[in-house]
């Protein structure tokens, strides 16, 4: 998650973590008479729902205590003055979360070189030049797109712990893009592949999206699994036909 989000993220979470962690409130019965109060429930509902699925995924958010946040927000609600001035919340927060995600890519970025040194050694796993690893599930015989082409793919990605972040397989709809518009590991691997083969791809961060994260689900220098089926090229649109002139 980019610190910026995480950011908003804190802001607006804080709010939900005062009517999910403070008992008092929770235990509260709320009586919605008007279409505001219906408004103001479900802003509280989406924001609750946000903080809980978002903080815990988030580098150093487990380690973030709760009632310290509630404590926090309870005192400036108030108008009272906090411990930390407002003008300087921002920077602490953000350095907080940059730090920890510097040491969490760490611990990612050795892991991932040891699962690549190790996966690399596999009966049937290629290395390229890059350190892209790939296996052959399904030989193809057809043509191999360049960077050029558009391509329709079915793929499955997850962590090297397992973890599914993205599948077109689960969605049961292939997608189509530009071999040069995705990311390096995968504009590789596709130039390589005749259609029609389904290969296993093993990309390393720095080919994928290196230190920065990419959603809650893949880290900072994550190392990504794909199972990817190249089912065709696809026509390249036309150019567009200067107008004739006299």
């Known amino acids: 998650m980019q610190i910026k989000n995480l950011l908003s993220l804190m802001v607006a979470g804080s709010i939900a973590l005062v009517s999910c962690n403070t008992t008092n409130l929770s235990n509260t019965k709320v009586s919605l008479k008007s279409s505001a109060d219906s408004a103001a429930y479900a802003i509280g509902v989406d924001l609750g ?17 709760p009632e310290i946040i509630l404590q926090a927000f309870a005192t400036i609600m108030k108008g009272d003055s906090g411990l930390i001035a407002s003008a ?5 927060t953000q350095g907080y979360f940059m730090k920890a ?98 290969w296993k791809i093993y990309i390393p961060s720095e080919l994928a999206y290196g ?5 809650p689900k893949i880290k900072p220098n994550s190392v990504l699994i794909f199972e990817v089926e190249l089912l065709s ?3 390249t649109p036309a150019a567009a036909t200067a107008p004739a002139t006299k």
């Open 49 to 65: 729902n946000n903080i809980r699925k978002n903080l815990p995924e988030a580098p150093g958010g487990k380690e973030l205590n």
């Open 88 to 92: 300087k919340a921002g920077a602490v």
């Open 233 to 235: 090229i696809e026509p």
């Open 101 to 198: 995600q510097s040491v969490e890519g760490s611990k990612n970025k050795e892991a991932g070189q040891k699962f690549l040194a190790e996966n690399g050694k596999r009966a049937g796993v290629t290395t390229t030049a890059s350190g892209l690893q790939y296996e052959v599930l399904k030989a193809g015989t057809g043509p191999k797109p360049t960077a050029q082409n558009t391509v329709k793919v079915h793929y499955h990605g997850t962590t090297i712990d397992g973890k599914v972040f993205d599948s077109s397989v689960d969605r049961g709809e292939p997608v189509t893009f530009g071999v040069s518009q995705v990311i390096k590991g995968w504009t590789e691997a596709l130039q390589l592949m005749p259609v029609g083969s389904k």
């Open 211 to 215: 230190e920065q994260a990419a959603g």
